[in-house]
């Protein structure tokens, strides 16, 4: 089984990444495989409904997805077919997610939403203090239009940092992330009928507070 996580932030190696990080490590525990792919700093295209993914009609390059093929939709796109869960991470701007990354899952799904039918998924986002819940509503709500049962964790699937990797610093939203790969590894065994526990281990509970 493998689960694909895509880095939906402008920094590679930043807070989101960190948080992804934690759950790849933590679905290779439980021995599934992971691949980060990051959705890169350039423009990403917004959807303009053209419907022309919906077609049936070739595209005179022969390439498949959305119509444009400029930016780095299609090629994450593609890797949907060979993934059985997904991640979509994003750091917190203006208490929204990043819009690139809604610009790729708005299109991708429309594009190609049969390959990720069915799957389960999740999301996870990262702020420096607020806006990290309106965020995280914001990208779980096309999962559930896509039929894709949502992996849970102890609390909202959300970390805190500031400056590149300082997320690892909150112990509590690390162990959420391990949490929520607990979940989602559970998950995909238990869908693929492979033998299970009732439910999933539990750490014991490391809360952190922003007064400390």
């Not at 990444?17 to 990403?44: H, M, Q, Y």
């Not at 610093?169 to 998950?187: F, I, P, S, V, Y």
């Amino acid at each position: 089984m493998k689960v694909l996580l895509v880095n939906g932030s402008p920094r590679k190696n930043g807070n989101t990444f960190t948080a992804l990080s934690e759950i790849a490590r933590t679905l290779s525990d439980n021995g599934i495989e992971s691949e980060i792919v990051w959705i890169g700093n350039k423009p990403i295209r917004g959807c303009i409904a053209c419907g022309k993914c919906k077609s049936g009609i070739p595209y005179p390059d022969g390439h498949k997805g959305c119509v444009f093929n400029d930016d780095i939709c299609n090629d994450i796109s593609s890797k949907f077919e060979g993934a059985d869960g997904f991640v979509f991470g994003s750091p917190v701007y203006y208490g929204q997610p990043n819009g690139a990354l809604l610009c790729l899952m708005q299109r991708s799904f429309f594009s190609n939403g049969a390959a990720v039918q069915n799957k389960p998924a999740a999301v996870v986002t990262i702020c420096r203090r607020g806006g990290a819940t309106a965020a995280f509503q914001c990208l779980q709500m096309p999962l559930q239009m896509m039929n894709m049962p949502i992996a849970t964790s102890q609390y909202w699937n959300i970390a805190y940092g500031r400056e590149q990797a300082e997320a690892s610093k909150d112990t509590e939203g690390m162990q959420t992330m391990r949490t929520l790969g607990n979940n989602l590894a559970w998950m995909l065994k238990g869908l693929r009928g492979e033998s299970a526990p009732v439910c999933p281990e539990r750490e014991d509970w490391q809360p952190m507070h922003f007064i400390r």
